[in-house]
C-alpha cells in the first residue's frame, strides 16, 4: 500500500525528472542500533532504562548541532559528578551503535551515482562519529556532498538545513528526491517541495526510483 501511495502522488502530483536522490543516514544507510543499546548506555549511568531513554532524546539535538561534544553531551544528563572513564564509555557505546551499515543501501547509492544523478547524504550527526566515518566508512566518500548537522548548526527537521542542502545542490526542490525514517523529517521535506518518502527498506526505495525512471 505504501509503494501504491507513493507512485500514485508521483504520477499525478509531480512529473519532475529527478536530479538527486539524498538518505539520511541513521537507520537507512546504516542498521538500526541493537535493541539493547538502551539497556547498555543505563548499566553504564548507573540509571533506570526509561530515564536514560527520556534523557537520552531530550539533549540530542544540542549534540547534533555541535554545540555538545560526546563527553559535555552526558555531562549534562547525568550531572557533573560523572567521572571521565564512565563518559568516554557512553560515548564509545553509544557512536559504536551506529556503526553497522547496510550494504544494500551502499548497493543502492552506487547504482544512483552511475546512473549519473547527484547523490547526497543529509543527517543529523555529531561531530566525533562524522570524524571518524569520513575516516573509516566507504560510504562516506561515496556521495557527492553531505550535509550534516553539526556543521551547519541546524538539525532536521529545521528549515535552514533543507535550505543547505538545496543551495549545495543547485537543484528546485521538486528535482531533490529525499529518504528518511523520522516522518516528521520526510513531511518537512514535502512541505518544501522536495520529494520526500518515508525509508521503509533498500528494495522498496529501490522499487520507487525505477516508477520515477531514476534506475532502471
Known sequence: ???????????????????????????????????????????????????????????????????????????????????????????????????????????????????GYTLGILSNMPQEFLDWARVSLPVFRLPHLGIFSCETGSIKPETAIYEILLHSLSCRPEEVVFFDDIPINVEKACSLGIQGLVWQDPQTARDILQKMQVLG
Request: glycine share 6%; no cysteine.
Open 1 to 115: 500500500m505504501f509503494l501504491e501511495e507513493v507512485q500514485k502522488r508521483h504520477q499525478e502530483k509531480n512529473t519532475t525528472v529527478p536530479r538527486a536522490v539524498v538518505f539520511d543516514f541513521g537507520k537507512v544507510i546504516s542498521f538500526p542500533p541493537d535493541p539493547g543499546i538502551m539497556d547498555e548506555l543505563a548499566s553504564v549511568a548507573g540509571i533506570d532504562v526509561k530515564t536514560m531513554d527520556t534523557l537520552v532524546w531530550a539533549y540530542r539535538g544540542e549534540y547534533d548541532r555541535g554545540i555538545l561534544n560526546g563527553k559535555d553531551y552526558y555531562r549534562t544528563m547525568l550531572g557533573p559528578s560523572v567521572d571521565d572513564a564512565t563518559l568516554e564509555q557512553l560515548v564509545k557505546i553509544d557512536l559504536d551503535s551506529w556503526k553497522r551499515i547496510n550494504p544494500d543501501t551502499v548497493m543502492l547509492m552506487e547504482d544512483i551515482k552511475a546512473a
